[in-house]
C-alpha cells in the first residue's frame, strides 16, 4: 500500500490548534447547544448563557442524522438561517452537522464549522467535499470504527485540500449499556501521541446522560484535550430529539465553572 498509516499526513504534518484556527484565547474550548435547533428563542438563550461566560462556540443539528424516518428530522434550511442569525448577533463561531455533499458549499455561509457525524465518518463523498470547503471540519468518530479508521477518514479531508480538521471522540458501541457509547479515553490519547491534530471530546453522545458529565469533564480537562463538546437546552425535557442527554443551563453552567 502506497501510503501504509505511518506515511500518513495527518500523522506527519503539523496542523492548527483550535485556538490558531480561529485566533481565539488558548484554554480547553466549549462547544455548547442544542441538539437539533428548534426556534430562534432557543438557540438566543444558550447563546446568552455562552456569552455570559466569554465561550465562543455554538452549536445545534439542523439536518438531523435519526435513526427513525419517523423521529424530528431538523429544521432544514431554517433552522440554519436561525444559527446564522444567532451568531451574528452575539458574535459566535457556529457548528453544525452537514449530511448531504451537496449541500456543503451551499450551506457554508451559514455557518462557521462543518460538523461530519459519527454515522458519515465514512462518507466518502462527503469526506471529500468537506476537504474543498473553506471552512474547519468537525469529523466525529464513527461509533463502530477504530483509530486508524479514524484517521485515514481525516486524511481524505486533508488530501483534499483542508488543512483545518477538529477530531471529536463521541464514543464506541461496546457492551456496556449504563451509558449510550463507550467514551474512549485512549483514542484521545493515542491521537494526541500520534498526530498534532486537535480532539475534542462529545459527553452528550458518549454518555447519552447528564449526571456522570461533570465528573469526566475534569477528566478529559486533565488530559490536554482541547475540547468539550456538550448538548445544552433551555428545557431538555421538552426538546425534540436527545432529551436526557441535554444539559439544561444550570448544568452548563456548573460546567463551565468546573473548567474554568
Ligand atoms: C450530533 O452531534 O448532533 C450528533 C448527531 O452526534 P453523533 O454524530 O456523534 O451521533
Ligand atoms: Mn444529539
Redesign the pocket.
Known sequence: MKNELGNLIVKNQKFKSLPEMFGIEDNISIIAGP?SIESYEQMETVAQTLVKNNLRFI?G?AY??RTSPYDFQGLGIEGLKILNDIRNKYNLLAVS?IMDPRDVEALENYIDIV?I???NMQNFSLLKEAGQSKHPVLL?RG?MSTVDEFLFAAEYIVLNGNKNIIL?E?GIRTFENNTRFTLDFSCIAIIKQETSLPIIA?LS?SLGRTDIVFLLAKAIKSMGTDGI?VEAHPFPEKALSDKNQQLNLEQLQKLIDILF
Do not use: N
Open positions: 441538539c452549536r443539528g438531523k442524522p452537522e460538523q457525524g459519527s454515522r466525529k461509533m471529536c463521541r462529545d453522545h463538546m
